[in-house]
């Protein structure tokens, strides 16, 4: 816990909360979309459990188009 | 005009219907911002893994507000570049090859201004996340660390900027000269990596190179003064992106008529 006091909370809650804010917007484009390149399934999975990356990864490449 | 606003408007609503307003100035704010985090934490990082034997000294010490900039700032000449040419890659290529490129084309729409909206519509979106992220960094470096005055800050965004244009420009062209978008994306990806690298390497040679305008942005940074080839750099990517430009309009124009 001691660990835990040092952290200035005020700093790093706005990161999260964007990091919550691409993590939603992701998920409801996810929901919208037809198609996705690969299982959707396994975007979901991929959005929810890989940190920050997943979103991202998911916008860049999962993302289809056309 | 009317004609290129139109256009233009086309763009900007495509990308807030796929979200790209919001996704990419949040990865750039992620991007950025991680650096001043993760260096003003070391220390703490380091004593929970744990692993050292009792009574060690660590005694890293502080990197100055500048040097902590300069390298959030260069995260976005490596995955920013890769986001830049990801997401433009198919901006014309995908609509050619889908067949909207034909359906707007078919009316009386001018290729330049078809092939400029698209650029400036990225352009806008390029600009303004680089400007929130960078923001965004250089409040956290000064918070965690020291206050990097605002005029260097404005004047390395505009350094930075100018280089990720000239990016976004070669992946305009290679997305219109090409039609297949992942083609286009690993073409932009290998030159500009090339280019990078060649600059990077022939520094003292190459000191116009649009790519060493990364470079003169951190040593604005950490120096505090505008390195002397900065300008004729500046004056020389202006002069690319714009060459870049026509020839794409160029190109396009002679495969759209021959398809």
Redesign the interface.
Known sequence: MELLEGINWGLLAPLFIIQLILLIVSLVDLSRIEKTNGPKLLWVFIIIFVNIIGPILYFVIGRRND | MSQWMTLFQKEILEMWR???W??VP??F??LG?SEP?SSY?LP?II??FGGLPEGAIIDIPPPTAGAVLASGLSQYSTLGVL?IV??TM?VIA?ER??GVAAMILVKPVFYLSYVTSKWAGSLLLVWFSLFIGYLSTWY?TG??FDWVAFSDFLQSFVLYGLWLTVVLSITVFFSSALLAPGMAGFISLALTLVVSIFSGALSHLLEWSPAQLTSYASGLLSAGELPEHAMPASILSILVIILLLWLSVFLFKKKELAA
């Open positions: 796929n979200f790209k919001i996704w949040i990865t704010i992620l911002v985090v934490y703490q004593k929970s986001i990801l997401s198919g995908g090859k889908s956290y918070q965690l």
